[in-house]
């Protein structure tokens, strides 16, 4: 009889069909409704008490007395057109959620997130006989925009299924290279915040700029002033960021505008900077239109927050150790703070439970890496997904194995 993971090989057809499936068939944030539907089919399929919770899926396979392992992967594609090239690409458009049909891709690898635990959910599943406890199969919406951890929670994950006592998810990088897996103590993955800030001025003419309240000039100042704070306020020592992703104002090249307005993006590895960072943007919005006697407050919102991802260092120093025994000394590698973002946290922090966060290899030493969020993100179909596979199950069996 084979054991769990020499089974993992046998699923290689059917996953590469799924992933192939998936990819083909994207879905934007908070509507994955065919991407649930089909995965709520698989875990059926597979023996697993399911339930729909906040747009996700929770699938709950009891095998005895014995700790309780939830992993999690997100399912959320992006409004990107594909230009990979690859066999598979994706055509699609999925509707956005103003109702409009726009380009579809899984341009950050949700795809083979999705596969990769379908795989670990199935080798559980069918290997019954080598593990004890309760295995938590989590495919959660929305991570792309920071909605679905807290929709699935605030729709009572905590109250539906069990809590876990260890919580694991993982994510395709273009580093390390294929195949191998890369894990980090404490901070992993940034804090982030979005804002939206609109400032007031007084149209006129352009001709006649006395008697007007220029809203161009006034954001302006607004950008370059927000570029002292990581230089000037946060310490060496901290890492932070300030950027600015969009200004929009005006519609002619004679007409002085009114209005203006600014997308901004914070990202820290602690909540105490970020915090840091959104008051300084505060200030000095409020102090600029001052400066420029803007005739109103301005308006700010703060969205998109996503919180730390830190990993439990004791835990992760034990998760290392076994995926080493298991996958080999050469293919688990130490990786660094990465600086994009992930909603992951807000789940295992929910139950009050350690979590762990890990990357893997999508891309070939042969290939050219393109960025996740690129529409030429393409990672190499193997050996990333056999290693995804494989690290999941690993996770899983750390403490379920018997």
């Known amino acids: 009889m084979s054991t769990i993971y020499e089974a993992l090989e046998k699923y290689t057809s059917w996953q590469e069909d799924l992933y192939v499936h998936f990819h083909q068939h994207p879905e934007l944030s ?15 399929s597979l023996g697993y008490t399911t339930h729909q919770i906040g747009g996700g ?27 990979t090239g690859l066999p598979y690409a994706s055509t699609a458009k999925a509707p956005n959620a103003a109702g409009e049909l726009v380009p579809a891709m899984h341009a950050c690898g949700h795809d083979m997130h999705i596969t990769a635990a379908l795989g670990t959910a199935r080798a559980l599943a069918e290997h019954r006989d080598e593990w004890a406890g309760t295995y938590i199969a989590l495919f959660q919406p929305g991570e792309e925009t920071a909605q679905g951890a807290k929709s699935m929670v605030a729709d009572g994950l905590t109250e539906k299924i069990p809590t876990p006592d260890y919580c694991f998810s993982q994510h395709v990088l273009t580093t390390p290279e294929s195949g191998k897996v890369g894990t980090t103590d404490g901070p992993f993955l940034s804090t982030a915040a979005s804002l939206r800030v609109k400032v007031f001025g007084k149209g006129t003419h352009g001709s006649m700029p006395h008697l007007g309240i220029d809203a161009v000039t006034l954001a302006a100042a607004i950008v370059t002033r927000l570029q002292t704070i990581v230089a000037r306020e946060v310490s060496p020592f901290d890492f932070g960021v300030v950027s600015v992703g969009k200004i929009s104002a005006g519609a002619a090249a004679n007409v002085i505008p009114g209005e203006a307005e600014l997308l901004l993006n914070v990202r820290a590895y602690s909540a105490e900077v970020r915090e840091q960072l959104i008051s300084a943007i505060k200030r000095i919005v409020t102090a600029e239109c001052a400066a420029s006697g803007s005739p109103q407050e301005p308006e700010i919102d703060v969205y998109d927050e996503f919180p730390l991802t830190y990993n439990d260092p004791e835990l992760n120093q034990k998760l ?35 979590y762990i966060y890990w990357g893997f290899g999508g891309f070939t030493a042969e290939q050219e890496k393109f960025p996740n969020h690129n529409p030429g993100f393409g990672p190499a179909l193997q050996p990333s997904l056999a290693t995804g596979t494989k690290a999941a199950t690993a996770a899983a069996m750390l403490f379920l194995g018997k």
């Open 30 to 44: 908070m509507l994955e409704v065919e991407t649930a539907a089909k995965i709520t089919e698989i875990l059926d």
């Open 57 to 83: 899926v929770v699938g709950v396979l009891e095998n005895g007395t014995g700790p309780k392992v939830l992993f999690r992967a997100d399912i959320d594609a992006l409004a990107v057109k594909e230009t």
């Open 320 to 354: 290392t150790a076994h995926l080493r025994a298991v996958m080999g000394e050469e293919n688990v590698v130490a990786l660094k703070a990465q600086t994009a973002s992930e909603d992951f946290s807000t789940i295992p922090d929910a139950f009050g439970c350690p």
